[in-house]
């Protein structure tokens, strides 16, 4: 392979779970020196928001497909396939889907036919990814070790042997022919999940992924070549939980049997199917044995269950497809409003009370509607909701937890102290720091991909659309707007 153009390469760190506050912090005290000099300097910091639910793996989409979940027909890390949940046992273990265990490798072909970065810029090394589609044969670095270290760690705790491991993968690749990297760190997320989001080995974490933006960088220097573009990101927030609120739990109190994982996927008679991501977002599926493909709309969905959950502290909003087969309805306990798109502008109509806190009624187009959502403690709620119901696999009923509120049950091993998944700001915003030109306006992690196959000068192949936007022409518009 002949060696391409320098300056016509990009990676991406992910460093999973990293908070954008904490991230702030350890850049005021000079902890991330190499981040700081190699990233941010060039370049820039912003917050970004990542998509719901802000789930590992599902998160990952944005970054590799350019595209929301809901617009690939992922609608979470765990979902119900409708129909085969009505057939024989192996069916419906098939249809509890769950890319947390044995079935994690089928997220990648569960997603609908679209080009991935890795079949876009063949030249592509990838390193500890769950997603790995359209990556080249020897391109899926890390592999076997994020499957064994990978699930030690979940229950031993041993994450710094992962990300170490995944260091030196990087810095390994350093020297080959490749125009893209995209480079994930799972320790953060991981230690997160089992500590709390600002434990000392936590930290210690971040600080092992800025060393090894040094190494990586000293090693490129050393060879005489010019840096890539650097985009290092996050693919959600993080918070402690107080409360572990399962909603499966609650409703086989209530006498409602009710499908769940890890062992209830054969419940018998199931009346309902508990569906989580993250563990601070549940999808719910009525009537799981009977092979309905159709999803319910508001009216069709049961009332007292409705009430019941929403009568929940842990829960934030509800929401649901409307009756009109238009739009997304937008509950809590006492507010209701219908979120609409067409011709190109969002539309937001509270009917009672202000469920997103937006202030009233508002028409506005994408860009202005998540500038206007950064102020609320849910930011892009509109955009997200609507994403997530375009996936005829979403549940009939998504629930998004409030601070400090999950949905499972304090039964998970290992116990999850901290979590994410929710639409709340905490669990929504991310950091995205880049080596190249930041646009003042709010961005999205989903406006990466069509910013790096900008920089790569790779065209998308006609009949392909993503649903980001490269940061040149948001930096057009806000110029626009300040003129
Ligand atoms: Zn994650």
Redesign the pocket.
Known sequence: MATPPPANRAVIVLI??ARVDVLRDLLRRGDLPNLARWVIEPGGLRTGTTVFPS???V??IPFLFGRYPGSVDIPGIRWLDRRGAGGGWREQWRAARSYCGVQGGWLNTDIVATPSIFDLVPESIAICTPLTRGLQAGGNRCALRRVVLGSVAHYAGTYPALDRAVAQAWLDAADEPWRFLFVVF?GV?GISHLKDPLHAAVLESYRLVDCAIGAFVARVRKRGRELPAFFVV???GMTVMREHTDPAVLLERDGVPTLRHPVHVWRRGARVATMVSGNASVQLYFDPRSARERSLTESEIPEAILERLLALPAVRLAACRADSARGIVVRTQNARARLMESAGLVRYEPETGDPLGLGGYLELDDRDLLSRTRETDVPDAPRQLLQLFRSPRAGDLALAAAPGADFRGPWEIPEHRAG?GSLIAEHMEVPIAASVTLPETAIRTVDLMPTILERLDVALPSGVALDGVPFSKLAAVTEHLVR
């Open positions: 999973d779970g789930t590992t793996g998160a990952y799972p997320d996050s693919d959600h994410h």
